[in-house]
């Protein structure tokens, strides 16, 4: 299977970023499942990296690459949401991630 074009997007602060970027391809040593969770794993890294990045440098322009050293190609910025307000669910989602972050680090 070739390397496939992924877009995807992370809320940060009061606006959405969307990006694309090329996934790495399936591991032959793992089963389908297995490859959903390496696939998985790999998407929230690079939300969470995208995140603390944009918290540090600010918000980034469209058109910007990003390169994250466990990816095998760029992150590409392809749109950016002003103003963005979460829906209930997300909201909601939001609120547990937070809270899971204040158990670990206490």
């Known amino acids: 299977m070739k390397n496939q074009i992924y877009n995807s997007s992370v809320i940060v602060e009061n606006y959405q970023v969307h990006y694309s970027y090329k996934r790495k391809p399936p591991s032959k040593s793992l089963n389908p499942m297995g490859n959903f969770y390496k696939f998985s794993s790999e998407q929230k890294h690079i939300q969470r990296f995208l995140e603390a990045y944009f918290l540090v440098d600010g918000k980034p322009k469209v058109g ?27 909201q909601e989602l939001y609120e547990i991630e937070e809270t899971f972050k204040r158990i670990k680090n206490k």
């Not at 910007?64 to 997300?90: F, W």
Request: overall charge negative.
């Open 64 to 90: 910007d690459e990003i390169y994250l050293d466990t990816q095998p190609s760029r992150i590409i910025i392809i749109q950016i949401d002003e103003n963005y307000v979460r829906n209930k669910l997300e």
